[in-house]
């Protein structure tokens, strides 16, 4: 048997579908779901301009995130968090580098955006 690595163990416990040939190889993988901690995502909370949430990532997947930087969306998706579109990793928590802050401009996907929403999206 190969061992499932990290990733594809995170990808299992947020939802994500396991490649058939580790499920048919690996009958213990669903079980992990209930012992793996989860990732924790915050209400929504806005100003004029923004709307913003706060991601908490458990220990075994935040010790991967890279340090003093904002991730893309690419590697946050990669990491397991899962948001609809147009959210950005906009600062780090330095005292609590494991919650990630997002925002997104308001009326995300709307056709008319103010445009000191989109001078602000852009810094």
């Known amino acids: 048997?190969?061992?499932?690595?990290?990733?594809?163990?995170r990808a299992l416990c947020q939802g994500r579908a396991?490649?058939?040939?580790?499920?048919?190889?690996?009958?213990?993988?669903?079980?992990?779901?209930?012992?793996?901690?989860?990732?924790?995502?915050?209400?929504?909370y806005y100003d004029d301009i923004f709307e913003y949430r706060h991601v908490v990532l458990p220990p075994d997947i935040a010790k991967l995130?890279?340090?003093?930087?904002?991730?893309?969306?690419?590697?946050?998706?990669?990491?397991?968090?899962?948001?609809?579109?147009?959210?950005?990793?906009?600062?780090?928590h330095r005292p609590e580098p494991h919650i990630m802050l997002y925002r997104r401009t308001l009326n995300y996907g709307q056709p008319a955006l103010t445009d000191a929403a989109n001078k602000a999206n852009q810094q």
């Not at 048997?1 to 163990?9: A, F, M, T, V």
């Open 18 to 44: 396991l490649p058939s040939c580790v499920r048919a190889t690996h009958t213990c993988a669903p079980k992990l779901l209930d012992t793996m901690p989860q990732i924790q995502y915050s209400e929504k």
């Open 65 to 92: 995130l890279p340090k003093g930087r904002l991730l893309s969306e690419t590697e946050w998706r990669g990491l397991g968090v899962q948001q609809s579109r147009g959210w950005v990793h906009y600062a780090i």
């Open 1 to 9: 048997h190969e061992k499932i690595n990290d990733l594809r163990l």
